[in-house]
Every structure is written in structure tokens, then in C-alpha cells.
């Protein structure tokens, strides 16, 4: 939250005028259920994969993967 004191961009990505009042962290950790229930999740999962980038890394063949083998 403190970023968005003085990030013009960070304010500009979440929607913020400059001169906007910014909420309590407390308020995004209110109800997750909400923000889970309704479509904002989906629509954000479906952006991200339809993305080129990230459709080059996705397959239709089912396979698992060890966490501990991925590289970061």
C-alpha cells in the first residue's frame, strides 16, 4: 500500500487518479470469498493464458511436475 503514496504507475494499473484516497490494506483482506465468487478471477486466468507467450508454454497433454524441479 505504500507504493501507491508515490507509484503514478502502480496508481494508473489499479485504476487510481492521482488525488484518489487510498483504502487500508485491511480492506482488500476483507472477504476474499467475494473476489474469488465472481467472474474478475476467471476473466484474469483467461487473459493471462490467452496470451501468445504463455499458449506457447501450455499443452493439451495431461502431465504432473514436481514443484521442486522447476526452475525460477
Known sequence: MKQLDYNLLLRWFVGLSMDAPISDASTFSK???RRLDGD?????L???V????????MSD?????DGTLIQA
Not at 50 to 57: H, S
Not at 61 to 65: C, P, R
Open 46 to 48: 483467461a487473459a493471462v
Open 31 to 33: 472477504n476474499p470469498d
Open 61 to 65: 497433454e495431461h502431465f504432473s511436475v
Open 40 to 44: 474478475v478471477a476467471q476473466r484474469l
Open 50 to 57: 490467452a496470451q501468445p507467450r504463455i499458449k506457447a508454454l
